[in-house]
């Protein structure tokens, strides 16, 4: 048997000192807590409703709950509270994977403000399949090149991401990889592009993306003390031989690994 004692309060759910997990109870609120803001933390947390309604944006998506209705959240997945129905309120039960003081990281609105571009389709849309221009990087050395492991997928890809509202791709490359990395390159070469069903990902969390990507190889020097990952999304990065992708990796990423090896100055079309 192990008992544990509470420790310092956060709202009504506290830390519960050398306890693997932290559970917490609310009274029936009327309002949204004074203190929401978006937040990510490094483990799971799940909200049971016990009565009312409300609902939690979740990376940019709302999700409606009610009772008997269980939310889970994943680690790294920016959330908050969106709204409570004031008529019935709202009460529920929250369970953190880990009990770590200290470890709800909050989303710094100056900096990031409002929500990406993809983010309020998103909210429109709901779980349809959205199709998103995307990008994506190649920074080799030699026949090796770098790889990131998402937090969401658990998988390794070659880093990238989504265009914004008035940005190109040839922008949104170098931006991506300055945000995920903290290095500045220059593209050196269109590799491939990809589009179709084929190329659809699907999250955690059913929401599915077809994307139309382009893909290119960067140039410029990058020594490994400049990596600065972005930890939000990227939970470390590697070098691999392009002939030895690991296979747990994205499959779109392992195509543009063959066809990074494959290219011969023409641009493949997928």
């Not at 050395?141 to 770098?146: A, D, K, P, S, T």
């Not at 992708?245 to 990074?260: N, R, V």
Request: glycine share 8%; with cysteine.
């Amino acid at each position: 048997m192990r008992l544990y004692k509470k420790g310092k309060s956060h709202l009504f759910c506290g830390h519960w000192n050398g306890s693997e997990i932290e559970i917490g109870l609310t009274q029936n609120l009327k309002s949204i807590p004074g203190n929401n803001q978006l937040h990510h933390h490094p483990y799971k947390e799940y909200y049971l409703i016990i009565e009312g309604k409300g609902a939690i944006q979740v990376e940019g998506r709302i999700v409606c709950l009610s009772k008997e209705m269980l939310l889970v959240v994943d680690p790294y997945e920016k959330h908050k509270w969106h709204s409570i129905d004031s008529s019935v309120g709202v009460k529920w039960v929250i369970v953190k994977e880990k009990s770590l003081p200290d470890s709800k990281n909050i989303v710094d609105m100056s900096v990031s403000g409002k929500l990406d571009y993809w983010q309020r389709i998103r909210q429109l849309v709901g779980s349809e399949v959205l199709i998103l221009p995307s990008v994506a990087g190649a920074i080799t050395e030699g026949n090796r090149i770098l790889l990131v492991r998402h937090r969401l997928l658990d998988k390794w890809q070659i880093p990238g991401g989504v265009l914004e509202l008035d940005e190109s791709i040839q922008t949104a490359v170098k931006r991506e990889l300055r945000e995920e990395l903290g290095i500045q390159l220059e593209i050196d070469e269109l590799i491939s592009v990809y589009s179709g069903s084929n190329w659809t990902i699907e999250y955690p969390n059913k929401d599915r993306v077809q994307q139309v990507l382009f893909f290119f190889r960067m140039k410029g020097d990058v020594s490994e003390d400049q990596i600065r990952i972005q930890k939000s999304e990227i939970s470390e990065w590697r070098f691999h031989d392009l002939r030895n992708i690991p296979d747990d990796t994205i499959e779109c990423c392992k195509q543009k690994a063959k066809d990074l090896l494959e290219y011969k100055g023409r641009t493949f079309l997928r």
